[in-house]
């Protein structure tokens, strides 16, 4: 009797809307619900070591539900055997994968995942049906292994396939120069270049080779001379001649299935997103994808603070466990903040909390 109580209890609070408006209670996912009716439901997944994907995807989702009208679910790599923390260095951790059944977009971050065959056959489904996917950063080499979704496409083969291009290179300096976008000529009239101007990302530029003439290219990436986003663009250098691409849109089709199109750039660390510019480069995506029109100027306006830990992979293998993340702590209303990595460079473009 009392467990009925507490369940019809839970139940009368989540349609009352008392439990965290627009965010439903999930155990290894973050559901964030529009305001309103919902123009579609995109699907967000994280899970890297390296550029703090588990921060970036639930402030895009927040802006993206409450700005924007999606319904979005935030999928993240979770701690071994059941664990309910997330373990961003667990490469057999994704969970909720069955989300994509019913998604209309695909955002993804992760970077060389192992996932199991079930959560392998959502993916499998999604891409099988042709429909638009994101890819970010580490997106080119999401996951790896001969394993494979569906009868065709191998995991080391998503991103050559999906988006165009796999791992090649860091072309700038890491942690040491930056990228500034340069609009691709005859691509700045294109809705998902819509009200964004000059993007800066502290992350470099990474070495892009395999797209063809099929691939359209939006903008290109310069390498700077530091992390300050003030820093000049070394204009002489030899490795910006040609710039390598940093935004790109990719048609896809798996031998089996429907035709698909992604977009990818190779920016998306964190920090990165300081760049509210960047912020509207993917919603912008985000509406074209799923058919909607792009605004003339996105609102991008974090939803909650934003306060990005800076990228560098973590080696303590208690690190994740001892932090003890969990999904819910990105829901709305709240603003997780943590130390750098050990031995990061100083990078005060950020926000910081208040002491």
Known sequence: MRRCSL????????????????????????????????????????????????????????????????????????????????????????RGLETLDNADLLIIATRFRHPDAKQAAHIAAYLKAGKPVIGLRTATHAFRGGEKFGDSLTFDQFGRQVLGEQWVSHHGHHKVEGARSVVEPGADQHAILRGVSEIFAPSDVYGVVHLTDADQILLRGAITESLDPS??????????????????????????????????????????????????????????????????????????????TFYGFINDGNYYKTLNLKPEDFGLGKAPHRADPPGSPAWPHRPVPLQ
């Open 231 to 308: 820093s000049k663009t070394l204009t002489e250098d030899a490795r910006n001649k040609p710039m390598q691409p940093l935004a790109w849109l990719h048609p896809y089709q798996l031998p089996d299935g429907k035709a698909g199109k992604s977009f990818c750039t190779t920016a998306g660390a964190a920090v990165d997103f300081v760049d509210e510019d960047l912020r509207r480069l993917i919603v912008n995506a985000a509406i074209a994808l799923t058919g909607g029109e792009v605004p003339a100027m996105a609102d991008v306006a974090y939803v909650d603070p934003f306060y990005p």
């Open 7 to 94: 369940f019809c209890s839970l139940a009368l609070l989540v349609v009352s809307g008392f439990i965290g408006a627009g965010q439903l209670p999930a155990a290894d996912r973050l559901i964030l619900e529009p305001p309103k009716a919902a123009k579609g439901h995109i699907v967000l997944v994280a899970g890297d070591e390296e550029y703090r994907s588990e921060e970036v995807m639930p402030m895009l989702g927040k802006i993206l539900s409450q700005k924007h009208g999606f319904k979005c679910t935030v999928l993240f790599s979770m701690g071994p055997d059941g664990a309910q923390y997330i373990d961003s260095n667990n490469q057999e951790g994704l």
